[in-house]
RNA sequence: GCUCGGGUGGUGGAACUGGUAGACACGCAGGACUUAAAAUCCUGUGCCCGUCAAAGGCGUGCGGGUUCGAUUCCCGCCCCGAGUACCA
């Protein structure tokens, strides 16, 4: 039988589904190996081409490493909670859950008919009850849990409430809100429970606070930090503000220091890393404490003079070595002590400078980063190194949110600092010996101090010890780690999540009982927020904790349940914990896990703390989930253009005509009814720009292409006398193009109302323009799987997308080299088979040249699998097939290996082949892979380029059994050299064995 | 601005630690088979010069360097893509 793709992938498909052939085992005699995917977000619009690359190489390598021997986890499921299902709700009417699960459907099927090797008893999905009730948990766990420095690991709320009864808070080195109470343990047990939970609840790993989110009033929600693009959502791109809300908030921060060295333990790609690292953002500098001269209250509210906010100024710094340096401070306007720092004679500069401040959006202070704008404060602080009195400004280039919101300027050696003192003449004076600061600031760490008191002469480590030993002798500083990364806020005011596992008693949160999870997601009305501003669950009715409290309203954000979910994956149908003991000892944590490099900071940063969370509690063996992590590039979109000739009608007998707007309501009922003129790529410039080709064509169209109906209409053409006007560009389907060639019955069936339409061209050929843009239905640039599957199966299209180009590599979908990966199984398939398709494969002793070839691709698909370098090995398949096509081999001992190495490829067609050659049904996935021999590799000559001077002249056969002066010998004797060489002696031979000469005249 | 990728034929890409640049495939051109089409097969294909051929010259973004030899290493620059941004 000729190659019948269909039916034989359609079979084993089958196959492997009812033979569960992909499962696991549940022995422990192999050695575990977890391959994981990035589960996909079901969207309505299915999958495109783009979608099944990083789940092909991951399907590659867990079919690899299963013929390796291992025992293989490869696991899939769905992130179902999402917004897109949410906002078709509020549109529709529809439950999120019934979109849902059309979609899953959806994708289901299409992800079946790729072949993948996913053991489909353990699918997830995170909208699923079963799923979310573990989610709901591990946030109870957090929240039972602080954050203990001196341990350096969570620990459990309960020992701290202990150590509070026994010790008061003295002795608590915790990571936790900034205004903790300070008491001994007499007071701590005189508080009543509602003081006490409210004092835990700074503790806790996920807690409530007042914090300033990103709202984003058309999506009637909060956002995260990475869901925000330049003030807009990254979904949507409706404009976000900032506002204050009480949210729920992770403690993330806590872990900061461990989120960054665990990076160094793993094998992910260094730009991702380097992207966590930034996102951390850890900067190791000191505080310093100026104080204020001359404090004074300048404003009149009574409770602060009484009680004083605070008399100094502090600052972070990272340069604590340059402090002599320091010639004013700047606030952030928004800082606490501006009103009370502001002089009456300043007061009304100031005001004004906040309101400027303030009304400006954060795209606009981003945008004038470069002006320089401030006010002074009218009051001074003293420099605790030298007593200095300077200057005290505000100014929008220092943002409150990080550090101290306050900075001693630098101006010899900050940039910003240079600028705002040039702009308003304040001192700059140079602190280090071979400073350069006449048109900017120096920033350098070489040199010698001046100017700077007792670190004159010094390098720059030994004052920064020095500065921060003195401050801290004074009690004026310390050093001081600083983290950019800030809490991650754990709260949307959205239906379609996970319900947060809280009620409210007294406006303070309780966590449900643990036998009540799930807490499943009520019914509601409408999708949308209530008239008062509430979140859609405040629509419930009755929705109250046995039956009289209230329940927390927001849901938990869409990261949630894909912090955990690999661990769901060990154990997915366990209903009394997340995944067993055993399990998790067992699998312990993901291998190779493959995606997109767009969850560098949300998604992969929230899982490895919650990872690392889970750890603490003892509840999970790793510190690391994904030991390696590969990023896929993106498939871009490849769109195909036709051009519109565009042309307008004038009267038959008008010679010259210059102004056409005037006749435009002569032509324009005419117009539509002539058939559009499209022309092909190759005369689009053509006809631009070579007037003679453009008059061609005018008399071309008049005279003869639509001689009648012009005549009917007693008009001629005339084309568009604006050169840039004489075509226009028009997206046409990918999919009725090939090789850039417009198929024309495509063509009149995608637009039936162009049935008339003419092309010009010049070899009888259109050929369409292309561009590389997103993929996107209204470009009509979108590839279905479906549609390449139907025609060439799925086998080709798995080998055709590891084909197009590196993994990691982003690239633009071109189907254009599709059939020479069809080709080459077809060719595979005759391998096994006579010209009248009988399959013959003979028992005979292979040759030398055939186990060579063999040899030679078992051993270089084994490389390039393990560096995941998929499109270089599917080239070696196709040098192998050539090879033994060439040598006509047919042999048993040769093919059935082939079949083995090829099956993690096109295993449908391996399969196929496998059972002709009589092997048992469903045991090619285990079968051994095959064993390379180095021996059939070795070479009794090689055809030495010998160069001259670096350039490669002729090819030598030459025994490897020579030597080096042998080589050369033979070399320089043989006929051929003779007339290079023109009877000089070279300078010097360089002989590499089995690599080449290269002779010196 | 900073950080990280990347620039190789008409196209996608290959060349693993410095050793024959352009593997493999697409496309294109020519040919065979066929009534025809599809399929299949064969030949050629980096550029320039050359009637075929031979021979030669130029070629991995640009300019320099190290080396017997550089797509690969070093220095300087240009361009494209991604991330990030007044982080003190």
Redesign the pocket.
């Known amino acids: 039988m000729d190659y019948q793709f269909a039916a034989i992938e359609k079979k084993w498909q089958r196959f492997w589904a009812d033979h569960q052939t992909f499962k696991p085992e549940d022995s422990t005699a192999k050695p575990k190996y977890y391959v994981l995917d990035m589960f996909p977000y079901p969207s309505g619009a299915g999958l495109h081409v783009g979608h099944p690359l990083g789940y092909i190489a991951s399907d590659i390598f867990a079919r690899y490493k299963r013929l390796k021997g291992f025992n293989v986890l490869h696991p899939m499921g769905y992130d179902s909670f999402g917004l897109p299902a949410e906002q078709y709700a509020i549109q529709t009417g529809q439950h999120p859950a019934i979109t849902t699960e059309a979609n899953i459907a959806t994708y289901r099927r299409q992800l079946d008919q790729i072949g993948f090797s996913f053991d489909w008893g353990r699918e997830v999905r995170t909208s699923s009850p079963d799923f979310y009730k573990w989610t709901q948990w591990i946030f109870m766990q957090l929240f039972n849990s602080w954050y203990n420095k001196d341990a350096d690991k969570a620990e459990a709320i309960d020992k701290l409430v202990k150590h509070f009864e026994q010790h008061g808070s003295a002795g608590i080195n915790a990571v936790c809100d900034e205004e903790v109470l300070t008491f001994t343990a007499d007071e701590w047990k005189a508080l009543d429970d509602r003081a006490k939970q409210t004092e835990l609840l700074k503790y806790r790993l996920t807690y409530l606070r007042e914090s300033t989110v990103n709202w984003c009033a058309a999506l009637g929600t909060v956002l995260a930090n ?1 869901e925000v693009k330049d003030g807009f959502s990254e979904r949507g791109g409706f404009p976000v503000e900032q506002k204050k809300m009480m949210q729920w908030s992770m403690r993330i921060t806590a872990y900061a220091e461990r989120l960054l060295q665990g990076l160094d333990t793993i094998d992910w790609p ?2 991702l890393k ?2 966590q690292r ?1 996102w951390i ?1 850890k ?1 190791v ?1 000191a505080l310093v404490k100026f104080r204020i001269s001359d404090f004074q209250f300048r404003n009149s509210d009574k409770s602060e003079i009484e009680n004083p906010k605070s008399e100094i100024i502090e600052v ?4 604590v070595d340059t402090i002599f340096g320091t010639t004013f401070l700047v606030l ?1 306007p928004e800082h606490e002590l501006v009103t009370s720092l502001t002089t009456p004679e300043q007061k009304a500069n100031i005001k004004a400078y906040i309101a400027q401040a303030k009304k400006k959006s954060e795209l606009e ?2 945008a ?2 470069k002006t320089v704008s401030g006010a002074f404060t009218g009051s001074y602080a003293i420099n605790p190194v030298n007593g200095e009195k300077i200057q005290i400004w505000i100014a ?4 409150a949110g ?2 101290t ?1 306050a ?1 001693m300027a630098v101006p010899s050696g ?1 940039q ?1 600092d240079y600028l705002f003192a040039k702009h308003y003449n304040l001192p700059i004076i140079p602190i280090i010996d071979i400073q350069k600061i006449e048109t900017e600031a120096d920033p350098t760490k070489e040199g010698r101090y001046i100017n700077s008191g007792f670190i004159n002469g010094l390098t720059y480590k030994e004052a920064t010890v020095a500065v921060i030993a003195k401050l801290e002798e004074m009690g004026t500083g310390k050093a001081k780690v600083n983290f ?1 990364m800030r809490d991650a806020i754990f709260g949307r005011q959205r239906y379609w999540g996970e319900p947060v596992p809280v009620y409210f008693k007294e406006g303070l949160p309780y966590l449900i009982d643990e036998k009540d999870l799930p807490l499943v997601l009520p019914e509601v009305d409408k999708y949308l927020p209530t008239e008062s501003g509430e979140p859609p669950l405040a629509r419930a009715s009755n929705w109250r904790y046995k039956g009289t409290e209230a329940y927390e309203h927001s849901t938990m954000p869409g990261w949630a349940g894909s912090s955990w979910y690999w661990y769901r994956y060990m154990d997915a149908h366990n209903d009394s914990e997340f995944a067993s003991k055993k399990a998790i000892e067992y699998w312990k944590d993901v291998d190779l896990y493959i995606g997109g ?1 767009e969850h560098a ?1 949300g998604h992969l940063l929230y899982s490895r703390f919650w990872n690392k969370f889970l750890k603490d509690i003892g509840l999970v063996i790793a510190e690391e989930p994904f030991k390696k992590l590969i990023n896929q590039g993106h498939i871009q979109g490849r769109s195909n253009f036709v051009y519109r000739l565009n042309y307008t009608l004038i009267p038959k007998n008008a010679d010259k005509f210059e102004k056409i707007e005037d006749e435009v309501n002569w032509h324009d009922d005419v117009i539509f009814k002539l058939p559009l003129i499209f022309i092909s790529f190759e005369v689009v410039e053509r006809i631009k720009y070579n007037s003679q080709y453009r008059t061609d064509t005018e008399n071309f169209i008049n005279n003869e292409y639509l001689k009648d109906e012009l005549n009917k209409y007693e008009g001629k053409v005339l084309l568009t006398l604006k050169p840039e006007n004489i075509v226009s560009k028009i997206h046409v389907d990918v999919n009725i193009v090939e ?1 850039d060639v417009l198929d024309f019955t495509a063509f009149t069936k995608w637009r039936p109302e162009l049935h008339n339409a003419g092309f010009i061209s010049d070899g009888g050929k259109y050929i369409c323009g292309w561009e590389i843009e997103k993929m996107s239905k209204s470009k009509f640039n979108v590839v279905n799987p479906d549609d390449l599957i139907v025609r060439y199966g799925a086998d080709t299209l798995r080998m055709y997308e590891m ?4 993994l990691e ?3 633009p979908w ?1 189907t ?2 599709i ?2 990966v069809f ?2 199984l ?2 595979f398939w005759r391998l096994f088979h006579d010209d009248a398709w009988n399959f013959i494969v003979s028992g005979e002793e292979p040759t030398k040249v055939e186990l060579k070839s063999l040899h030679k691709i078992i051993h270089k698909v084994e ?1 390039d699998v393990e560096r995941f ?1 998929f ?2 090995s599917v ?1 070696s398949f ?2 192998a097939v ?1 090879e033994l096509t060439d040598l006509k081999c047919n042999k048993r001992a040769v093919l059935q290996n082939l079949v083995i190495i090829l099956s993690p490829y096109a295993p449908h067609i391996c399969e196929e082949l496998w059972v002709l050659l009589g092997n048992e049904p469903g045991t090619l996935s285990l079968a051994p892979y095959p064993k390379f021999n180095p021996a059939y590799l070795v070479e009794d000559e090689f ?1 030495y ?1 010998i ?1 001259i ?2 350039k ?2 002729i ?1 030598l056969n030459i025994p490897l059994s020579f030597d080096l002066k042998e080589t050369e010998n033979f070399v320089l004797a043989h006929a051929d050299m003779q007339r290079y060489l023109d009877g000089k002696s070279p300078k ?1 031979v ?1 002989v ?1 064995k089995g ?2 000469v ?1 002779i ?1 005249l």
Request: glycine residues 12%; hydrophobic residues 25%.
């Open positions: 990475d260094e730009p380097e992207m930034n953002g900067s500098g972070f710094t990272t340069r952030a202070r981003m004038d980063a929008d280039y220092v943002l990080y550090g919101g900075v900050d910003r950019r490099s900071t090789n084909f197009l180009g590196p590599q982003s690239k071109n254009n080299g059939e020479g080709k080459f077809r060719k490389e370098s499109n270089t080239s196709m040098i050539n055809a380029p160069s001077n670096g490669t002249k090819n010097k360089i590499v690599r080449i290269n010196v």
